[in-house]
């Protein structure tokens, strides 16, 4: 399914719409759409059963991946699909998550985290397939007016690469993370990832 992202410059993130291709009426310039909340890798659920948004076409909406497979959970087992039981059910479907807590001042560069399938933009965490796949890239950057006082997400005083790897186990001294100067090192960060994800990826395809 094609899924679109607002961005949240409030929290730096972005949260996901489902657009419903249709309007209220022929003259209407909106365009409805539910929203959805990330549950798991590639997993999504509404995130209010009886609510449809509106969007204006100037609205700052951008297609996400549409050569992704995602898919929508239907059911839920929750007895109380309220926005407080809708919290209790994300929460339930995640563990070992890694989340990332930025300063007003920064914000995720939207088209440059990996693996983004694991991703959720709107809790800003990165989720896990399971212990082997705990890997984690995300280009961060920032102004020194942040986007929610007014400033623009081009108005950028510098960019840094979080990497985060070993962050799903139990132990704390498997944890390894570095933060880098992003234009001074883009080189070799490119090689980095190329070779992080490809290690990740021949684990998958040896997975049993």
Not at 14 to 24: D, E, G, I
Not at 64 to 72: A, F, H, I, P
Not at 200 to 207: C, D, F, K, N, T
């Amino acid at each position: 399914m094609q899924l679109l992202v607002e961005l949240t410059p409030a929290t730096g993130g972005y949260r996901y719409v489902l657009p419903l291709n249709c309007s209220r009426g022929d003259a209407s310039t909106k365009m409805l759409g539910v929203r959805l909340r990330k549950c798991g890798p590639n997993e999504f659920v509404r995130e209010n059963l009886w609510s449809i948004g509106e969007w204006d076409e100037s609205c700052t909406l951008f297609c996400s991946d549409t050569q992704k497979d995602r898919y929508l959970k239907a059911e839920i087992e929750t007895q109380t699909p309220t926005q407080t039981g809708m919290h209790d059910f994300i929460g339930q479907q995640r563990s070992h998550v890694l989340q990332i807590k930025l300063p007003p001042e920064m914000w995720q560069h939207l088209f440059h985290i990996q693996s983004g399938y694991r991703f959720d933009g709107e809790d800003r965490v990165f989720l896990t397939d399971g212990p082997e796949y705990d890997s984690a890239m995300v280009r961060l950057r920032g102004s020194l007016v942040p986007p929610s006082q007014g400033g623009r997400h081009t108005d950028i005083a510098f960019e840094c690469m979080f990497c985060a790897l070993g962050w799903s186990s139990t132990d704390e001294t498997s944890l390894q993370s570095s933060l880098l100067d992003y234009r001074a090192h883009s080189a070799a960060l490119a090689d980095l990832k190329s070779d992080i994800f490809g290690y990740m990826g021949l684990v998958r395809l040896r997975a049993p």
